[in-house]
Structures are given as structure tokens and as C-alpha cells.
């Protein structure tokens, strides 16, 4: 039954809590999810056109190793100075992609739907990341293998994020690390910790810390600043919401509810 609900639940708009699901269950989601199996045949398509209209492996090589090494930095500024910035929730045209992108993971960190991001707003950034990078390496060629690994990489990006969300303890002691990180950035301080698999940009900006003990406890990790005070002054996400802004996780009869339908 569990089973049953996790696929009908994962792309049909209806919610599921990671926090309750196990391995296999998010494996079933994971593999079956509308937006993940776009990126593999997105990737399967430009890897395709890459390999075949290459004339020397440094036309892949070259796009592969630049975008393995600026996505991580990209996703890090986009994550910290716009994902977590204040200027989108303060203009209307921009309040529902906040709403969407980031504000509702972070209002309820282990609902499944909302951690995926939509492709309507990934893929544009995708190619805007990496298209120009390659083409400058390689022309078009180039393009489309650092698009290729682009969409690769936010595969792995994905599944990671769902494990750290997941109701699973991982054997792995890197994974293990990866999921204790990046849940101090969801339920202690959201300032800090912004990777998801990688960590380096935030130990070269001084965003990492690897501990509770040493992390202060945020008024804002849940809410990412937009209170109530907040909600009054630009109303535009709270009139999508449908209610307040939390400030705490959900409660044990807001997950039923929520189970519910």
C-alpha cells in the first residue's frame, strides 16, 4: 500500500512526506518522477549529438571537466543570494517563483513535491549555466556535452537532496556527512550550509559549519524572513499559501491533514 502511494502521490500533485517513506520507496518515486526522467532524455539527447558530431575528445572532455567545476560555484551564489535573498517575495511578478522554488521547501523541508525543482525554471538555467561555457570551449558541440552534464549532475543533485530528506539513515560516512550538513541548514540556520553535495564553495566563502554545537539556532530557518510582518507588507506569497507563514515545522496534525488529501 505504501508503495501504491508513493507513485500515485509523486507526480500527481499530491503530497508525500520523505520523512516517512523508506529506500525503496524513494527509489520507486525517484526513477518514476516526470521531471527526472525529462533531464535523462534531455541528457541522453545532447550527450548524443555531442558524441556524434565531436571530431576529438577534447570538444567533450574540456565542456565536462569546466561545468563539473562551475556548477557547484553557480549553484552555491544562486542559492544563497537569490534563493535565499529577499527582493523576489517583494515583487508581485516574482512572489509565486519564490513561493514555488525554494520558500515552500523550506516551510515544509520533507515534502517530496516541492523538492523537486520545475523544469520550467531548472532547464532555462541549465542551459544558461553551461550552453555559453561549452560553446566558447567547443561551438555547439560543446554546448550540448556541458548541457549533457548538467543535467546529469542535477540528477545526482536530486536523488542526494531526497536521501538528506529521507527517513534513512545512509552506511556511507560521506553521505552520512552530506545529509548532517545539509539539515543544519534546514532546521538550525538557513545562512549556513547552502550545498547540497558539495560543500567546497561554502568552506571558501566561510558559509560551513559542521556542527550543531557550533551552529546559533536562526529565527528564520523555517520562513527564510518572510513573517508575519513581512507577510503584511508584500502579501503576495501568504495570499498563495493560504495561510500564515509557519516559523516552525509542521505539526503532527498538519501532516495528517495534509495526508489526507
Not at 551552529?215 to 493560504?242: H, I, Q
Request: include cysteine.
Amino acid at each position: 500500500m505504501a508503495k501504491k502511494l508513493v507513485w500515485g502521490r509523486a507526480w500527481h500533485g499530491r503530497s508525500y512526506d520523505l520523512g516517512r517513506m523508506t529506500l525503496p520507496e524513494l527509489w520507486a518515486a525517484y526513477l518514476t518522477y516526470p521531471a527526472i526522467n525529462l533531464y535523462v532524455v534531455l541528457a541522453l539527447l545532447s550527450g548524443a549529438y555531442a558524441l556524434f558530431t565531436a571530431r576529438r575528445w577534447s570538444q567533450i572532455a574540456l565542456p565536462f571537466l569546466a561545468v563539473l567545476i562551475i556548477y557547484p560555484l553557480v549553484w552555491y551564489g544562486l542559492h544563497r543570494f537569490v534563493l535565499h535573498g529577499r527582493w523576489l517575495y517583494r515583487m508581485r511578478w516574482s512572489a509565486a517563483l519564490w513561493k514555488r522554488i525554494h520558500f515552500d521547501h523550506h516551510q515544509d523541508p520533507h515534502k517530496l513535491e516541492v523538492l523537486f525543482g520545475s523544469p520550467l525554471n531548472t532547464v532555462p538555467t541549465m542551459l544558461i549555466i553551461t550552453a555559453p561555457v561549452g560553446y566558447a570551449l567547443a561551438g555547439w558541440t560543446g554546448a550540448a556535452a556541458g548541457f549533457c552534464v548538467a543535467l546529469i549532475t542535477t540528477c545526482v543533485y536530486e536523488f542526494f537532496h531526497c536521501i538528506q530528506h529521507l527517513n534513512y539513515k545512509p552506511r556511507n560516512r560521506f553521505v552520512q556527512a552530506l545529509k548532517r550538513d545539509h539539515l543544519l541548514h534546514h532546521f538550525q540556520n538557513e545562512n549556513v550550509n547552502y550545498g547540497i553535495v558539495s560543500f567546497l564553495p561554502d568552506r571558501f566563502f566561510h558559509s560551513y559549519i559542521p556542527h550543531s554545537r557550533d551552529c546559533p539556532k536562526s529565527p528564520s530557518v523555517f520562513n527564510l524572513g518572510y513573517d508575519m510582518e513581512e507577510a503584511k507588507r508584500y502579501p503576495w506569497v501568504m495570499d498563495l499559501t493560504g495561510a500564515p507563514p509557519r516559523d516552525k515545522p509542521p505539526t503532527a496534525m498538519e501532516d495528517q491533514a495534509r495526508q489526507a488529501h
